[in-house]
Nanobody, 132 residues
């Protein structure tokens, strides 16, 4: 059973222009031998959950246009941790951030990589607040 656990106490905050790094530990799944799509999603009050950064094991990495060049998704296969490095943060980046995964690759090529409904496994969320 795949489990995704976001560490950091459930919340993180910084001032505008600052940086944060989110962590998501993945258990029950081997990054090195199994196909997957993993990523980070963001949700703000009154809005639908949206994809921010998606990693397709057999394909590329894609970012939402608003975070491109500021955010970076990466993973440590040995530690089984998925990261989201967020730089040059603004108050508009505030929201609840969730890591997510689905078994099988090709999510970006098939066009549903940024669709939260395509993902089966979710972290519990980290509330990110960027103060102006």
């Amino acid at each position: 059973q795949v489990q995704m656990t976001q560490s950091g106490g459930g919340s993180a905050s910084t001032e505008a222009g600052g940086s944060l790094r989110l962590f998501c530990e993945v258990s029950g799944y081997d990054f090195r031998t199994s196909a997957y799509c993993m990523g980070w999603f963001r949700q703000t009050p009154g809005k639908e959950r949206e994809g921010v950064a998606i990693k397709d094991r057999d394909g590329p990495i894609r970012y939402q246009e608003s975070v491109k060049d500021r955010f970076r998704i990466s993973k440590d296969n040995d530690k089984k941790i998925l990261y989201l490095q967020m730089n040059s943060l603004s108050p508009e980046d505030s929201g609840a951030y969730y890591c997510a995964a689905r078994l099988g690759s090709g999510c970006l090529r098939s066009g549903f990589g940024f669709n939260p409904g395509a993902y089966s496994y979710w972290g519990q969320g980290t509330q990110v607040t960027v103060h102006s």
